[in-house]
């Protein structure tokens, strides 16, 4: 398989469309709590926005309201519903925007990583106007996309609790008891050496990320390892978003390591 | 060539692992921190407080503590659209930074934005129908476990709908 810019930067614009439908119609579902009668109420939130910068405050300040808000989310959702359709990125810019604007109703964030691998790509493609900044777009999704594995992975490797098993036992404790993952996953991801295998596991494939771009073939198998290491977290951890949010950006990673390997 | 790109990105990431983690200043720059993403997930290893809450009915008695989030159960569909889910992380997240703010002496964190969204959280998300009910009283606590007790923050009683 090989990958023209222009093909990869589709395939991007496909998945973080993708990512951000899926997205709009979570926060669809639980637009009652972004109400007056909700929790974020505008009339709690609003002192907050006196304190962006200027050239921010009145585009946000006019769309955050909740009437304007749900306006904003069904925009979203059909725009980015055409992006996954074309694969197109020029609405890119508008996504942008509203990504953004989400994130400041939730005083920076709604779901923390998903949101900043959303923006990062959405912030790429808008700058994808030529051939080379397409090929400079995709250099830094896939850059970003690297550290976001390898800096997790190395911050891990230094912590002890991490090395032993002890940290990712806690992690998969809390998401049982608080966050209504099954009890089976305690038995099988937690008991006698497991725990600290997998731990290994995942600082390994974590810090030993960047080797994918050494070529295409061992980009695919990394890539693999990702969308398993991704699932999982979902189903462990619930974190359905981070799935989306970064298989969106594995194309550019690929074409980067198809690029670097042709021209060996 | 990517040999070298790749072995160039693995150094590049270990040094940026080893800086000092800086969280953006300012509260404006805060709303937009996803343009700064750091990528240390996982990193706290210590789990945050639970929200807990207690009521009283008119002229009576707190009742006893009880967590003000049940957890919802995963379901298959969770994987591809989980709003209940992503909404209880929210709701922690909210509850996290309450605690981060009341270790920071500088200010009155009850007088704060999050204190008011998470007396909003406990109104609209953990209390009955009975203990909404005009005159009811709450409280809530963060509570950080069994052996850390003594440190769990205890709020000042509320009357619901004064928010």
Known sequence: ?264 | MGIWIAAGLLIACLVLARLPRRDVQGRGLALLRTLFPSWRFFEEIEAGPSLQVATAAVGEPFGAWRDAQPASPRTAAALLVNARGNLELAYQSLVDQLASELDDAAQDPTASITYALVQRLIEVECLSVAECAPGQRYRFRLHAGVANEDGDFVSAEHVVGAT
């Open chain 1, 1 to 264: 398989m090989s990958w023209s810019e222009h093909d990869a930067l589709a395939w991007v614009a496909r998945g973080v469309a993708l990512a951000l439908v899926l997205q709009t119609v979570e926060l669809w579902q639980l637009r009652a709590l972004f109400s007056e009668r909700g929790v974020w109420r505008w009339s709690i939130l609003r002192a907050e926005h006196a304190t962006l910068p200027a050239l921010l405050r009145w585009p946000f300040g006019f769309v955050l309201p909740y009437q304007p808000f749900l306006a904003l989310l069904a925009v979203r959702a059909a725009l980015a519903t055409w992006m996954l359709i074309s694969g197109s990125p020029a609405l890119a810019p508008v996504l942008l925007f509203t990504q953004l604007a989400i994130c400041v109703r939730f005083r920076g964030a709604f779901n923390g990583g998903s949101d900043y691998m959303s923006v990062l790509v959405l912030l790429a493609l808008s700058f994808a106007q030529t051939p080379l900044l397409t090929r400079a777009a995709l250099a830094y999704v896939a850059v970003q996309t690297t550290l976001s594995y390898s800096i997790a992975g190395f911050a891990k490797l230094k912590s002890a609790a991490w090395r032993d098993g002890r940290a990712l036992r806690s992690f998969v404790e809390l998401a049982v008891e608080r966050h209504g993952a099954p009890r089976w996953l305690l038995d099988r991801l937690t008991t006698g050496r497991r725990s600290q295998l997998l731990a290994l596991g995942v600082i390994a494939f974590e810090c030993s990320f960047p080797l994918a771009w050494s070529d295409p073939r061992v980009c695919a198998a990394y890539l693999a390892l990702g969308l398993g290491f991704h699932l999982a977290n979902s189903v462990v951890f619930g974190l359905n978003r981070f799935f989306f949010a970064w298989a969106a950006a594995y194309p550019a990673v690929f074409f980067c390591s198809q690029l670097l390997g042709s021209s060996a």
